[in-house]
Nanobody
């Protein structure tokens, strides 16, 4: 069973960096494609990026490409979202998600497991 817990959110200023973590307490973390989504108030939950089970492949939304980096540490059952050059429009509740499917899945319906989210607020 997969249980995801996000951490690392907070209040930062525009241009700052922040690293989010998503830890899985289950035993099969290394088998899952992991992704980050975010949801701003009044908006739909949107795909941020994903990383394959092997960590060889990453994929990012255009809005964060070049600023955000996803990585994973299977020994720690943890996936990370490094966010640089943050902008006020990055303000949102950030979720990690997991799926056993292999490939690129920007649609939230493709993910079976979700964390509770961690809030990121970027002030101008």
């Amino acid at each position: 069973q997969v249980q995801l817990v996000e951490s690392g959110g907070g209040l930062v200023q525009a241009g700052d960096s922040l690293r989010l973590s998503c830890a899985d307490s289950g035993r099969t973390f290394s088998r899952y494609t992991m992704a980050w989504f975010r949801q701003a108030p009044g908006k739909e939950r949107e795909f941020v990026g994903s990383i394959s089970w092997s960590a060889r492949n990453t994929y990012y939304a255009d809005s964060v490409k070049g600023r955000f980096t996803i990585s994973r540490d299977s020994a720690k059952n943890t996936v990370y979202l490094q966010m640089n050059s943050l902008k006020p429009e990055d303000t949102a509740l950030y979720y990690c998600a997991a799926t056993l499917q292999v490939g690129i899945f920007p649609d939230r319906s493709d993910y079976d497991y979700w964390g509770q989210g961690t809030q990121v607020t970027v002030s101008s």
